[in-house]
């Protein structure tokens, strides 16, 4: 059983920056696909950038040359690089692996990591 552990999140204002993190368990980190998604209060889950177990990245037109996201399959973990943060980035983010064993696919969710923007 894949466990995904988010960290990172916290209180910032508007313009800053964090960075979060995910750590996964297990030993084929480097088949999956990792993304990022993140659920505001009243909203939709909704994905924020993924990023393939060859390294291909997509984003949500709204984060878009503000956040970017990254693998380090040494350490079984992948990151998202949030800047020029807005207060409608604020939300609860969430960690998610895919990946496909002898044509099965299969999906993990971590706790979630809460970021709020606000001055």
């Known amino acids: 059983q894949v466990q995904l552990v988010e960290s990172g999140g916290g209180l910032v204002q508007p313009g800053g920056s964090l960075r979060l993190s995910c750590a996964a368990s297990g030993s084929i980190f480097s088949i999956f696909t990792m993304g990022w998604y993140r659920q505001a209060p009243g909203k939709q889950r909704e994905l924020v950038a993924a990023i393939s177990s060859r390294g291909s990245t997509n984003y949500a037109d709204s984060v878009k040359g503000r956040f970017t996201i990254s693998r380090d399959d040494a350490k079984n973990t992948v990151y998202l690089q949030l800047n020029s943060l807005k207060p409608e980035d604020t939300a609860v983010y969430y960690c998610?692996?895919?990946?496909?064993?002898?044509?099965?696919?299969?999906?993990?969710w971590g706790q979630g990591t809460q970021v709020t923007v606000s001055s």
């Open positions: 998610n692996a895919q990946w496909v064993v002898l044509g099965s696919r299969y999906d993990a």
